[in-house]
């Protein structure tokens, strides 16, 4: 800052990025516990795979985010600590409790009172995840957003090892460490509450623009409003849109000669449509009726930025050839490829993930060099090639290329009992894959910040998140039918495809994308 020693001014800056990580670590740990370790947990439990399936949908609080984002805009939950780091005790608090809670109810036992839970953890995750986005973008000066998204998937990625891989050493039985699924999940909880302290005493102060001036009472009620619209549109898509999409579309789909499942997917493509359709006008004149002016301000706020809605579209399509190819990665390498559960344990979950977080630094430092729009190109065309290795592994197998063995270790946090081979291929595939996938969601987190005012931020970084997450979380049904159907090669040709309109609409916005990286950001912390 000016009229500090320079020291010192690296020092602030420093402490900021730490800061960063950190609050990745906090907001990376709970995707797994409602992602791939509660699918084990319900694996090692005996549930069947559909029932599995069904409860996969416990993330989508994630993609609706952005409905109540606002009220964090709007209020101070506890004013002492500040607008945003008020809301980021809290939600650490409240992880702590309904982790705790779900490590002591059995999903054999009690199925709908898991799953309620599981829900509420997605629920405040996601909550977790809007302040947290909040105040990274408030904290961080325009210039040190590059290296600071990379801070944040490094953190981001670090807690996914622990929740999403070392949780897998730690269960088996065999190799690993033998504990109990309850453990991991108490065991979390307690990093939840740790996390907390250091959030309300460790945090920096921000010096960010004035709260929104609505009224308070019409952003409770206008919250209302919005979520009964989602829910309007819920029961019009299950109960009106599936029948009317079944009655319009299965004379058609029976003559193509696809399969039964095959065949329901794409009424349910259909039928989402239309109820998205629906929802999004009802939702937005709901909003207006009640007049909850924090949502429709931040709204505002956002399109009034030239080439809104383009940015919308590019940060729907951006991820999506990685979603399609990564949201069927596991069975394709277990089940098709036949690779041991270990091999894949260690390569895709722990190396994997150690090579995304050095592909997110390595796309931080490439960002100071080449800037936004010129990184968010070349990590973009790199993502797509990556998926070309999974093409080649299909086509060619395991035993292409010569591996390596893993020995046999004990860190005292977690051991492997055995030593695990790695098949070359595999690795050659997923370091690919997960370098630029790192480097692409550098690039793209940046972007994000880019595009949010401070006065709205979590509002509009709520529902930019949103979109971007669409991919990750509706493509898994459509993306398992089509492998089925055309298999696993063309597959991935077709994961490759998807990332090219992305990459057609960036090179039109140009001049868009290349304003966003002289534009004055938001505040920083005082030092």
């Given amino acids: 800052m000016p009229g500090h020693p320079p020291a010192r001014r690296g020092l602030a800056a420093s402490y900021r990025l730490f800061v960063v990580a950190v609050l990745g670590f906090a907001s990376g740990l709970p995707l797994a516990l409602t992602g791939q370790a509660l699918q084990a947990w319900l694996s090692v439990e005996g549930l069947d795979?559909?029932?599995?399936?069904?409860?996969?949908?416990?993330?989508?609080?994630?993609?609706?985010?952005?409905?109540?984002?606002?009220?964090?805009?709007?209020?101070?939950?506890?004013?002492?600590l500040g607008r945003r780091r008020g809301w980021l005790v809290a939600t650490q608090l409240g992880l702590a409790g309904t982790l705790l809670a779900l490590s002591a109810t059995p999903p054999s036992g009690a199925l709908q009172v898991f799953a309620l839970l599981a829900v509420a953890v997605?629920?405040?995750?996601?909550?977790?995840?809007v302040v947290i986005d909040a105040y990274r973008t408030d904290l961080l000066p325009p210039a040190e957003r590059g290296l600071g998204s990379s801070l944040n998937v490094l953190g981001y990625r670090l807690a996914m090892i622990v929740?999403?891989?070392?949780?897998?050493?730690?269960?088996?039985?065999?190799?690993?460490?033998?504990?109990?699924?309850?453990?991991?999940?108490?065991?979390?909880?307690?990093l939840m509450v740790l996390v907390a302290v250091f959030s309300a005493l460790a945090l920096p102060r921000l010096r960010t623009a004035p709260a929104p001036t609505s009224v308070a009472r019409n952003d409770l009620i206008g919250f209302v409003a919005v979520a009964a619209a989602a829910v309007a549109g819920y029961l019009f898509t299950l109960h009106l849109a599936t029948p009317v999409a079944a009655a319009?579309?299965?004379?058609?789909?029976?003559?193509?000669?696809?399969?039964?499942?095959?065949?329901?997917?794409?009424?349910d493509l259909a039928a989402l449509?239309?109820?998205?359709?629906?929802?999004?006008?009802?939702?937005?004149?709901?909003?207006?009726?009640?007049r909850f002016e924090t949502l429709l301000g931040g709204l505002r706020g956002y399109f009034s930025q030239p080439g809104a809605a383009a940015f919308l579209l590019f940060i729907v399509l951006y991820k999506l050839g990685d979603a399609f190819a990564?949201?069927?990665?596991?069975?394709?390498?277990?089940?098709?490829?036949?690779?041991?559960?270990?091999?894949?344990?260690?390569?895709?979950?722990?190396?994997?993930?150690?090579?995304?977080?050095?592909?997110?630094?390595?796309?931080?430092?490439?960002?100071?060099?080449?800037?936004?729009?010129?990184?968010?190109?070349?990590f973009g065309v790199l993502q797509a090639a990556s998926n070309i290795g999974f093409w080649w592994l299909a086509v060619h197998g395991k035993g292409s290329l010569p591996g390596l063995l893993i020995p046999a270790f004990d860190w005292g946090f977690v051991a492997l009992k055995q030593a695990t081979p790695v098949d070359?291929?595999?690795?050659?595939?997923?370091?690919?894959?997960?370098?630029?996938?790192?480097?692409?969601?550098?690039?793209?987190?940046?972007?994000?910040?880019?595009?949010?005012?401070?006065?709205?931020t979590a509002t509009q970084f709520a529902l930019l998140?949103?979109?971007?997450?669409?991919?990750?979380?509706?493509?898994?049904?459509?993306?398992?039918?089509?492998?089925?159907?055309?298999?696993?090669?063309?597959?991935?040709?077709?994961?490759?495809?998807?990332?090219?309109?992305?990459?057609?609409?960036?090179?039109?916005?140009?001049?868009?994308?290349?304003?966003?990286?002289?534009?004055?950001?938001?505040?920083?912390?005082?030092?």
Avoid: C, H
């Avoid at 319009?248 to 009424?267: E, V």
């Avoid at 069975?331 to 722990?350: D, I, T, W």
């Fill in 49 to 80: 795979v559909a029932t599995i399936g069904f409860l996969s949908l416990v993330g989508l609080p994630y993609t609706f985010k952005f409905l109540w984002a606002p009220l964090m805009d709007r209020f101070e939950l506890l004013p002492a």
């Fill in 122 to 129: 997605a629920f405040v995750s996601a909550s977790q995840d």
């Fill in 163 to 190: 929740s999403g891989g070392v949780a897998l050493i730690w269960t088996d039985p065999v190799a690993g460490n033998g504990w109990r699924w309850p453990d991991v999940y108490r065991g979390m909880a307690a």
């Fill in 248 to 267: 319009l579309l299965s004379s058609w789909l029976a003559g193509l000669a696809l399969t039964p499942a095959l065949q329901t997917r794409w009424i």
């Fill in 273 to 290: 449509l239309m109820g998205i359709a629906f929802t999004l006008p009802l939702g937005a004149w709901a909003a207006r009726r009640a």
């Fill in 326 to 378: 990564g949201a069927l990665m596991t069975p394709f390498l277990l089940q098709a490829m036949g690779f041991a559960s270990a091999e894949v344990g260690v390569v895709n979950k722990v190396i994997g993930l150690w090579l995304t977080i050095g592909g997110a630094l390595l796309g931080g430092v490439l960002m100071l060099r080449l800037g936004l729009w010129r990184s968010l190109l070349l």
């Fill in 424 to 456: 070359g291929g595999l690795l050659m595939v997923v370091a690919a894959e997960n370098l630029s996938g790192g480097m692409g969601t550098a690039a793209f987190v940046a972007f994000l910040m880019s595009l949010t005012q401070q006065r709205f």
């Fill in 465 to 527: 998140s949103a979109f971007a997450s669409v991919g990750r979380v509706w493509v898994g049904p459509l993306a398992g039918v089509l492998a089925q159907s055309i298999g696993w090669p063309d597959f991935f040709v077709v994961s490759t495809v998807l990332a090219l309109p992305a990459l057609l609409l960036l090179w039109s916005m140009r001049t868009a994308v290349q304003r966003l990286e002289v534009l004055p950001g938001s505040g920083s912390a005082d030092d």
